[in-house]
């Protein structure tokens, strides 16, 4: 099962205006997001993370659980949440510049980067469902002026905190938030 939430700024970005405009275009995984993909996901003290984020996180422990300890991390999901995020815009070309000091992305480069995070998301589902055991998938993609992040957990029990996330006052202008159940 397959469900789809989204914030009105995300909803409003990929939602054709009228019955002639032509079907949005899905922006293609380019050869660092096949690399990610291929190299697939490991198990990690209950914990499932891309294999290619194993030791990203600089002075965070090899294994799930004390890395949670050590980072402040709230359980499994919270360790997920942060150690398979990454940016999309460091995946495929868009114009990035630099206004007043900080980055800015233009709001069409944030949209065509939230339709790769839904590309994305099913390529997720996919490494999930050939999992010996599939397991429940939340996959979020927040987009703003400034970055597009892509994100996945397992959901588990007691996950109420991270459906809170797009509701905090200083969310991503675009969100959006897509589970898979086996």
Known sequence: MLTIRMNEAAASALRPLTTVDPPPTVP??????????TEGLTYNDGAWIFTEHI???????????????KMGWKNLSGYEWNVNAFHLEDYT????????????I??????????LGLVVADNVFGLVRALPEPIPVRCVIGANDTCVVFRFHQIRCGDEWID??????????MMAVVDRHP
């Open 28 to 37: 293609a995984l380019g050869q660092e997001l096949r690399d990610k993909f």
């Open 55 to 69: 030791g990203q996180w600089a002075g965070a422990p090899a294994s799930a659980s004390a890395a949670i300890t």
């Open 93 to 104: 070309p868009v114009h990035r510049e630099n206004l007043n000091g900080r980055p800015w």
């Open 106 to 115: 233009s709001h069409e480069d944030q949209v065509m980067l939230l339709k």
């Open 164 to 173: 809170e996330v797009p509701k905090k006052p200083d969310d991503p202008d």
